[in-house]
T-cell receptor
């Protein structure tokens, strides 16, 4: 069984400030981890993924995430956010025909 | 070219009607999915097909019937629509056996039942 917990439903951040969106997972099989972003009224876009190897993963739009096996975490970070980063961010675990198990999402709100 | 395309994007219909959402992918993938996103943005898998065979059928009312005529298409038919069916439905695809099996999503179909 797999599950994902996104600890914050909403994160307000000032523009140009750093941000961290938290994600913890539980999985009994090989761990593949993903972050997706959903802009208002749009579909899901892959930000980055961890499959194996280096625990620091870089993605699009300046985002990165770090896989921490001992803490079962995969937190998403960006050193300086922009208004255009306002969106819903989803952490997910899994892959294959079983699909992905998603967290409940974190709404990132950028304040000017 | 859109990788995963679904139509219609917006659909408003009355309770009791039957409707279909179509999905096509041009990525050459052999696995396709339907996900439902509720009003609280929660995403949950409904079905997955691999090479036109049903792999996952989550606890979904049997009013929902997926149909996969070929590997590139997975349509979703909904009978006797209810108010609670209002949601965003996402089609997605991936390639079985690819490490990590990255899943690519369509733009979503916003269904409103009135």
């Amino acid at each position: 069984a797999q599950s994902v917990t996104q600890l914050d439903s909403q994160v307000p951040v000032f523009e140009e400030a750093p941000v961290e969106l938290r994600c913890n997972y539980s999985s009994s099989v090989s761990v593949y981890l993903f972050w997706y972003v959903q802009y208002p009224n749009q579909g899901l876009q892959l930000l980055l993924k961890y499959l194996s190897g280096s625990t620091l993963v870089k993605g699009i739009n300046g985002f990165e995430a770090e896989f921490n096996k001992s803490q079962t975490s995969f937190h998403l970070r960006k050193p300086s956010v922009h208004i255009s980063d306002t969106a819903e961010y989803f952490c997910a675990v899994g892959g294959g025909a079983d699909g992905l198990t998603f967290g409940k999402g974190t709404h990132l709100i950028i304040q000017p | 070219d859109t990788a995963v395309s679904q139509t219609p994007k917006y659909l408003v219909t009355q309770m009791g009607n039957d409707k279909s959402i179509k999905c096509e992918q041009n990525l050459g993938h052999d696995t396709m999915y339907w996900y439902k996103q509720d009003s609280k943005k929660f995403l949950k898998i409904m079905f997955s097909y691999n090479n036109k065979e049903l792999i996952i059928n989550e606890t979904v009312p049997n009013r929902f019937s997926p149909k996969s005529p070929d590997k590139a298409h997975l349509n979703l038919h909904i009978n006797s629509l209810e108010l609670g069916d209002s949601a965003v439905y996402f089609c997605a695809s991936s390639q079985w056996g690819d490490t990590g099996n990255t899943i690519y999503f369509g733009e979503g179909s916003w269904l409103t039942v009135v």
